[in-house]
């Protein structure tokens, strides 16, 4: 196992649907809101890296700063191959998005 990070999140079905935490040095969020569509939540989450700049926001726990903000898309993670702690409210392996941000950060 990877090293475990603390997150904060909003909404939780099955999995938290909305995830951000600080790794390497650069703040992520993980999004998988449900699909009105399909009438389901999707089985991966949308991986972006955030502007360190929306941390300020983050702190006072306010997520205003999402439909404001463009974020660097970095790809598709599929939920079920995610560690989380055994609340899976607290905590995740965060090395499964080294592959994702071609660990080491530059």
Do not use: C
Not at 5 to 25: A, M, N
Not at 28 to 56: I, K, M, W
Request: net charge negative.
């Amino acid at each position: 196992m990877g090293e475990m990070v603390e997150f904060r999140y909003g909404g939780y079905w099955d999995f938290p649907r909305t995830i951000v935490l600080r790794y390497r040095s650069a703040i992520f969020l993980l999004h998988g809101l449900f699909n009105e569509g399909r009438d389901e939540f999707p089985e991966d989450y949308s991986v972006y890296r955030v502007p360190v700049s929306t941390e300020d926001a983050l702190e006072i726990e306010s997520w205003m700063f999402w439909p404001n903000e463009s974020f660097e898309y970095l790809g598709q993670l599929p939920i079920q191959s995610i560690t989380f702690d055994p609340t899976q409210r607290k905590a995740l392996d965060a090395s499964i998005l080294d592959s994702m941000i071609g660990y080491p950060l530059t």
